[in-house]
Protein backbone atom coordinates (compact mmCIF):
# COMPACT_ATOMS: atom_id res chain seq x y z
CA UNK A 1 0.00 0.00 0.00
CA UNK A 2 1.29 3.57 -1.29
CA UNK A 3 1.91 5.36 2.72
CA UNK A 4 0.61 8.65 0.82
CA UNK A 5 -3.22 7.12 1.40
CA UNK A 6 -2.60 4.55 4.17
CA UNK A 7 -5.81 5.62 6.17
CA UNK A 8 -3.87 5.29 9.49
CA UNK A 9 -1.24 7.19 8.62
CA UNK A 10 -3.34 10.11 7.33
CA UNK A 11 -5.20 9.65 10.93
CA UNK A 12 -1.89 10.13 12.78
CA UNK A 13 -0.96 13.64 10.91
CA UNK A 14 -4.35 14.62 11.53
CA UNK A 15 -4.50 13.93 15.16
CA UNK A 16 -0.71 14.84 16.01
CA UNK A 17 -1.02 18.27 13.85
CA UNK A 18 -4.35 19.41 14.17
CA UNK A 19 -6.60 17.33 16.77
CA UNK A 20 -3.97 17.71 19.81
CA UNK A 21 -3.42 21.14 20.27
CA UNK A 22 -1.45 20.10 23.50
CA UNK A 23 -0.85 17.47 26.19
CA UNK A 24 -3.94 18.70 28.00
CA UNK A 25 -5.88 17.13 24.52
CA UNK A 26 -5.38 13.70 25.15
CA UNK A 27 -8.15 10.90 25.97
CA UNK A 28 -6.11 8.58 27.84
CA UNK A 29 -2.45 8.24 30.07
CA UNK A 30 -1.22 6.10 27.40
CA UNK A 31 0.91 9.18 25.85
CA UNK A 32 2.28 10.39 29.22
CA UNK A 33 5.44 10.06 30.95
CA UNK A 34 4.96 9.05 34.48
CA UNK A 35 9.01 7.84 35.74
CA UNK A 36 10.68 9.90 37.48
CA UNK A 37 13.49 11.51 35.72
CA UNK A 38 17.44 11.56 37.05
CA UNK A 39 18.86 14.86 38.30
CA UNK A 40 20.95 15.95 35.38
CA UNK A 41 17.30 15.04 32.92
CA UNK A 42 15.82 17.30 35.38
CA UNK A 43 18.07 20.04 34.95
CA UNK A 44 18.03 19.91 31.25
CA UNK A 45 14.50 19.93 31.04
CA UNK A 46 13.69 22.77 33.18
CA UNK A 47 15.60 24.62 30.38
CA UNK A 48 13.11 22.95 27.34
CA UNK A 49 11.46 26.03 25.91
CA UNK A 50 7.77 25.96 26.97
CA UNK A 51 6.08 25.25 23.67
CA UNK A 52 8.21 21.97 23.05
CA UNK A 53 7.08 20.69 26.34
CA UNK A 54 3.74 21.79 25.77
CA UNK A 55 3.59 19.42 22.69
CA UNK A 56 5.51 16.66 24.17
CA UNK A 57 3.35 13.55 24.01
CA UNK A 58 5.79 10.83 25.42
CA UNK A 59 5.07 7.58 27.30
CA UNK A 60 8.42 6.92 29.53
CA UNK A 61 11.94 8.15 29.72
CA UNK A 62 14.06 7.73 26.24
CA UNK A 63 17.04 9.19 27.42
CA UNK A 64 19.99 6.24 27.81
CA UNK A 65 23.41 6.75 29.78
CA UNK A 66 26.55 7.47 28.37
CA UNK A 67 25.49 9.93 25.65
CA UNK A 68 28.48 12.17 25.24
CA UNK A 69 29.76 12.69 21.84
CA UNK A 70 27.42 10.57 20.16
CA UNK A 71 25.42 10.65 17.21
CA UNK A 72 21.67 10.26 18.13
CA UNK A 73 18.30 9.68 15.83
CA UNK A 74 15.05 10.01 17.98
CA UNK A 75 12.39 8.24 15.35
CA UNK A 76 9.15 10.17 15.51
CA UNK A 77 10.72 12.99 17.24
CA UNK A 78 7.79 15.17 17.59
CA UNK A 79 8.12 18.79 19.01
CA UNK A 80 11.78 18.09 19.51
CA UNK A 81 11.69 17.71 23.29
CA UNK A 82 13.95 14.60 23.74
CA UNK A 83 16.05 15.61 20.86
CA UNK A 84 17.07 18.92 23.12
CA UNK A 85 17.45 17.04 26.11
CA UNK A 86 19.81 14.62 23.97
CA UNK A 87 21.63 17.80 22.68
CA UNK A 88 22.72 18.92 26.35
CA UNK A 89 23.78 15.62 27.31
CA UNK A 90 25.80 14.48 23.95
CA UNK A 91 27.58 17.77 24.38
CA UNK A 92 28.79 19.80 21.55
CA UNK A 93 30.67 17.39 19.72
CA UNK A 94 27.99 15.25 19.45
CA UNK A 95 24.61 15.50 17.57
CA UNK A 96 21.00 14.53 17.39
CA UNK A 97 18.54 13.94 14.25
CA UNK A 98 14.80 14.11 14.73
CA UNK A 99 12.41 12.77 12.45
CA UNK A 100 8.91 12.85 12.05
CA UNK A 101 5.85 13.24 9.91
CA UNK A 102 3.99 15.79 11.16
CA UNK A 103 4.57 19.28 9.93
CA UNK A 104 3.27 21.11 12.63
CA UNK A 105 4.99 18.98 15.16
CA UNK A 106 8.15 20.08 13.02
CA UNK A 107 7.43 23.61 12.52
CA UNK A 108 7.44 23.95 16.72
CA UNK A 109 10.69 22.05 16.55
CA UNK A 110 12.27 23.58 14.60
CA UNK A 111 11.85 27.01 15.37
CA UNK A 112 13.60 26.37 18.16
CA UNK A 113 16.75 25.43 17.42
CA UNK A 114 19.07 28.13 18.05
CA UNK A 115 17.13 29.29 21.48
CA UNK A 116 18.49 25.80 22.69
CA UNK A 117 21.81 25.90 20.86
CA UNK A 118 21.94 29.53 23.66
CA UNK A 119 20.78 27.46 26.40
CA UNK A 120 23.37 25.07 26.03
CA UNK A 121 26.24 27.23 25.24
CA UNK A 122 27.00 25.40 21.97
CA UNK A 123 28.28 28.01 19.13
CA UNK A 124 25.49 26.63 16.73
CA UNK A 125 22.96 23.94 17.04
CA UNK A 126 23.96 20.10 16.79
CA UNK A 127 20.89 19.57 15.70
CA UNK A 128 18.71 18.42 12.63
CA UNK A 129 15.13 18.10 12.07
CA UNK A 130 13.95 16.30 9.38
CA UNK A 131 10.18 15.50 7.50
CA UNK A 132 9.90 11.61 6.77
CA UNK A 133 8.79 8.48 7.94
CA UNK A 134 10.53 6.21 10.35
CA UNK A 135 9.39 3.23 8.39
CA UNK A 136 11.44 4.47 5.39
CA UNK A 137 14.75 6.16 6.70
CA UNK A 138 15.99 5.45 3.40
CA UNK A 139 13.78 8.08 2.07
CA UNK A 140 15.52 11.00 3.55
CA UNK A 141 18.94 10.20 3.28
CA UNK A 142 20.08 8.59 6.81
CA UNK A 143 23.13 6.22 5.45
CA UNK A 144 23.94 2.31 6.88
CA UNK A 145 25.94 2.28 10.27
CA UNK A 146 25.65 6.18 10.64
CA UNK A 147 24.31 6.55 14.12
CA UNK A 148 25.41 5.06 17.63
CA UNK A 149 22.08 5.68 19.44
CA UNK A 150 18.62 5.44 18.25
CA UNK A 151 15.98 6.51 20.86
CA UNK A 152 12.28 6.83 20.10
CA UNK A 153 9.35 7.88 22.75
CA UNK A 154 5.45 6.34 22.17
CA UNK A 155 6.09 6.64 18.21
CA UNK A 156 6.52 3.00 16.73
CA UNK A 157 3.49 1.66 17.99
CA UNK A 158 1.89 4.86 15.33
CA UNK A 159 3.09 2.80 12.64
CA UNK A 160 1.59 0.99 10.53
CA UNK A 161 4.74 -1.49 9.73
CA UNK A 162 6.72 -1.91 13.03
CA UNK A 163 8.78 -4.16 11.22
CA UNK A 164 10.07 -2.10 8.18
CA UNK A 165 10.37 0.46 11.65
CA UNK A 166 12.70 -1.81 13.55
CA UNK A 167 15.01 -3.06 10.07
CA UNK A 168 15.27 0.31 9.37
CA UNK A 169 16.57 1.35 12.46
CA UNK A 170 19.41 -1.82 12.50
CA UNK A 171 20.73 -0.69 9.36
CA UNK A 172 21.42 3.07 10.28
CA UNK A 173 22.71 1.53 13.77
CA UNK A 174 26.66 1.22 13.85
CA UNK A 175 27.73 -2.05 15.57
CA UNK A 176 27.33 -1.71 18.74
CA UNK A 177 24.82 0.53 18.87
CA UNK A 178 21.53 0.28 20.51
CA UNK A 179 17.69 1.31 20.14
CA UNK A 180 16.97 2.41 23.69
CA UNK A 181 12.87 3.78 23.29
CA UNK A 182 9.86 3.62 25.09
CA UNK A 183 6.13 2.20 23.71
CA UNK A 184 3.09 0.67 24.64
CA UNK A 185 2.32 -3.25 24.93
CA UNK A 186 -0.49 -5.10 25.01
CA UNK A 187 -1.33 -8.81 27.02
CA UNK A 188 -2.79 -9.94 23.21
CA UNK A 189 -3.20 -9.13 19.86
CA UNK A 190 -5.53 -5.80 19.26
CA UNK A 191 -8.75 -6.86 16.96
CA UNK A 192 -8.74 -4.89 13.41
CA UNK A 193 -12.11 -3.35 14.83
CA UNK A 194 -10.33 -1.24 17.70
CA UNK A 195 -7.13 -1.27 15.72
CA UNK A 196 -8.99 0.89 12.67
CA UNK A 197 -10.35 2.93 15.24
CA UNK A 198 -8.54 6.66 14.96
CA UNK A 199 -9.29 7.53 18.47
CA UNK A 200 -7.78 4.47 19.96
CA UNK A 201 -5.24 4.41 17.53
CA UNK A 202 -4.03 8.73 18.00
CA UNK A 203 -4.12 7.43 21.83
CA UNK A 204 -1.37 5.52 21.30
CA UNK A 205 -3.83 2.70 22.37
CA UNK A 206 -4.73 0.11 19.77
CA UNK A 207 -1.81 0.48 17.79
CA UNK A 208 0.47 -1.44 20.29
CA UNK A 209 2.06 -4.61 19.76
CA UNK A 210 1.22 -7.58 21.80
CA UNK A 211 4.00 -8.03 23.87
CA UNK A 212 4.98 -11.42 22.64
CA UNK A 213 4.85 -10.61 19.10
CA UNK A 214 7.30 -7.50 19.62
CA UNK A 215 9.94 -9.72 21.00
CA UNK A 216 9.53 -12.54 18.07
CA UNK A 217 10.07 -9.16 15.74
CA UNK A 218 12.94 -7.45 17.17
CA UNK A 219 14.98 -11.14 17.07
CA UNK A 220 13.96 -11.61 13.22
CA UNK A 221 14.89 -7.83 12.53
CA UNK A 222 18.36 -8.24 14.29
CA UNK A 223 17.67 -7.58 17.43
CA UNK A 224 18.81 -10.53 19.80
CA UNK A 225 17.72 -11.01 23.45
CA UNK A 226 15.59 -7.54 23.78
CA UNK A 227 15.70 -6.23 27.91
CA UNK A 228 13.67 -4.15 29.81
CA UNK A 229 14.39 -1.17 31.31
CA UNK A 230 11.58 -0.44 32.80
CA UNK A 231 7.76 -0.74 32.87
CA UNK A 232 4.69 0.32 34.22
CA UNK A 233 0.81 -0.80 33.99
CA UNK A 234 -1.26 1.78 32.59
CA UNK A 235 -5.26 2.35 34.58
CA UNK A 236 -7.24 3.89 31.59
CA UNK A 237 -9.58 6.36 33.25
CA UNK A 238 -11.70 7.35 30.40
CA UNK A 239 -14.85 5.27 30.36
CA UNK A 240 -15.21 5.15 26.91
CA UNK A 241 -12.22 4.46 25.83
CA UNK A 242 -11.92 1.66 28.42
CA UNK A 243 -15.76 -0.01 27.46
CA UNK A 244 -13.90 0.10 24.40
CA UNK A 245 -11.02 -2.15 24.98
CA UNK A 246 -12.75 -4.30 26.77
CA UNK A 247 -10.24 -6.85 29.87
CA UNK A 248 -7.09 -5.81 27.03
CA UNK A 249 -4.51 -4.64 29.29
CA UNK A 250 -1.71 -1.73 28.54
CA UNK A 251 2.01 -1.57 29.65
CA UNK A 252 4.50 1.33 29.04
CA UNK A 253 7.72 -0.31 28.21
CA UNK A 254 10.61 0.94 27.92
CA UNK A 255 13.87 -1.26 25.82
CA UNK A 256 17.04 -1.21 24.79
CA UNK A 257 17.83 -3.24 21.94
CA UNK A 258 21.59 -3.90 21.21
CA UNK A 259 22.73 -4.17 17.01
CA UNK A 260 25.72 -7.35 18.25
CA UNK A 261 25.39 -10.24 15.87
CA UNK A 262 25.15 -13.72 17.59
CA UNK A 263 23.61 -13.01 20.67
CA UNK A 264 22.05 -16.27 21.70
CA UNK A 265 18.69 -16.91 21.99
CA UNK A 266 18.36 -17.65 25.53
CA UNK A 267 21.04 -16.79 28.31
CA UNK A 268 23.73 -19.14 28.41
CA UNK A 269 26.42 -19.75 31.49
CA UNK A 270 30.32 -19.38 30.39
CA UNK A 271 31.10 -18.51 33.63
CA UNK A 272 31.60 -15.39 33.10
CA UNK A 273 31.26 -12.05 35.65
CA UNK A 274 31.76 -8.40 35.38
CA UNK A 275 33.40 -5.23 37.49
CA UNK A 276 31.43 -1.62 37.05
CA UNK A 277 33.83 0.61 37.90
CA UNK A 278 31.67 3.58 38.61
CA UNK A 279 32.70 5.79 35.87
CA UNK A 280 29.79 6.24 33.72
CA UNK A 281 28.75 10.08 34.23
CA UNK A 282 26.00 10.47 36.74
CA UNK A 283 26.30 6.80 37.88
CA UNK A 284 28.96 6.50 39.90
CA UNK A 285 27.46 4.34 42.56
CA UNK A 286 25.72 1.65 40.34
CA UNK A 287 24.57 1.39 36.77
CA UNK A 288 21.56 -0.77 35.68
CA UNK A 289 21.49 -2.36 32.13
CA UNK A 290 17.74 -3.42 32.74
CA UNK A 291 15.40 -4.32 34.98
CA UNK A 292 17.01 -7.09 36.72
CA UNK A 293 20.86 -6.27 35.92
CA UNK A 294 22.14 -3.98 38.52
CA UNK A 295 25.90 -3.26 39.22
CA UNK A 296 27.01 -1.76 42.02
CA UNK A 297 30.69 -0.10 41.76
CA UNK A 298 33.25 -2.67 42.85
CA UNK A 299 31.51 -5.83 42.85
CA UNK A 300 31.39 -9.29 40.99
CA UNK A 301 28.34 -9.58 39.13
CA UNK A 302 27.91 -12.83 37.40
CA UNK A 303 26.66 -12.64 34.22
CA UNK A 304 25.23 -15.09 31.18
CA UNK A 305 26.87 -14.66 27.51
CA UNK A 306 24.58 -11.90 26.19
CA UNK A 307 24.83 -9.26 29.20
CA UNK A 308 28.69 -9.89 28.96
CA UNK A 309 28.39 -8.86 25.15
CA UNK A 310 25.98 -5.67 26.37
CA UNK A 311 28.85 -4.40 27.87
CA UNK A 312 32.08 -5.86 26.31
CA UNK A 313 30.65 -5.14 22.38
CA UNK A 314 29.33 -1.56 22.88
CA UNK A 315 30.05 2.02 24.42
CA UNK A 316 29.91 0.32 28.28
CA UNK A 317 33.51 -1.59 27.72
CA UNK A 318 35.71 1.24 29.06
CA UNK A 319 33.52 1.31 32.21
CA UNK A 320 34.16 -2.27 33.33
CA UNK A 321 36.48 -5.04 34.42
CA UNK A 322 35.68 -8.48 32.84
CA UNK A 323 36.16 -12.03 34.21
CA UNK A 324 36.29 -15.04 32.01
CA UNK A 325 35.78 -15.92 28.59
CA UNK A 326 33.52 -18.00 26.14
CA UNK A 327 35.88 -21.14 26.37
CA UNK A 328 33.85 -23.09 28.28
CA UNK A 329 30.16 -23.68 28.44
CA UNK A 330 27.80 -24.66 32.02
CA UNK A 331 24.48 -24.47 30.20
CA UNK A 332 22.09 -22.39 31.14
CA UNK A 333 22.52 -19.09 33.11
CA UNK A 334 19.99 -19.15 35.83
CA UNK A 335 19.97 -15.26 36.67
CA UNK A 336 18.36 -13.48 33.73
CA UNK A 337 15.00 -12.62 33.03
CA UNK A 338 11.48 -13.49 34.44
CA UNK A 339 8.12 -15.80 33.62
CA UNK A 340 6.37 -11.99 33.41
CA UNK A 341 7.57 -9.71 30.89
CA UNK A 342 6.21 -6.68 32.52
CA UNK A 343 5.39 -4.91 36.19
CA UNK A 344 2.04 -5.79 37.85
CA UNK A 345 0.58 -5.32 41.05
CA UNK A 346 1.21 -7.98 44.15
CA UNK A 347 -2.11 -9.42 42.36
CA UNK A 348 -1.00 -9.44 38.95
CA UNK A 349 -3.23 -7.31 37.72
CA UNK A 350 -2.23 -4.35 35.14
CA UNK A 351 -3.59 -1.34 37.39
CA UNK A 352 -2.03 1.67 39.14
CA UNK A 353 -0.02 4.25 36.98
CA UNK A 354 -1.79 7.19 36.24
CA UNK A 355 -0.92 11.03 34.98
Known amino acids: MDDTVDPRRASVQDYYGKVLQGSDDLKTNACCTTVSHPRHVRDALARVHD ?62 EGYHAEQWGYGQPNTTFLEGDIEHLHAVGLADADFDIIISNCVINLATD ?133 FPTGKIIPVCGNTWRMLADTRFADHFRFIGDFSTHYGIFKGCGTDVPYATNAAGAATGACC
Open 162 to 294: KGAVLREAHRVLKPGGELYFSDIYADRRIPDALVNDAELYGECLSGALYWNDFHNLAKASGFGDPRVVHSEPLEILNESVRDKLGDIRFWSVTYRLFKLDGLEPACEDYGQAVIYQGSIEHCASAFDLDDHHH
Open 51 to 112: EVLMKYYGCGLAIPDELHGMRVLDLGSGSGRDVYLVSKLVGESGSVVGIDMTPEQLAVARAH
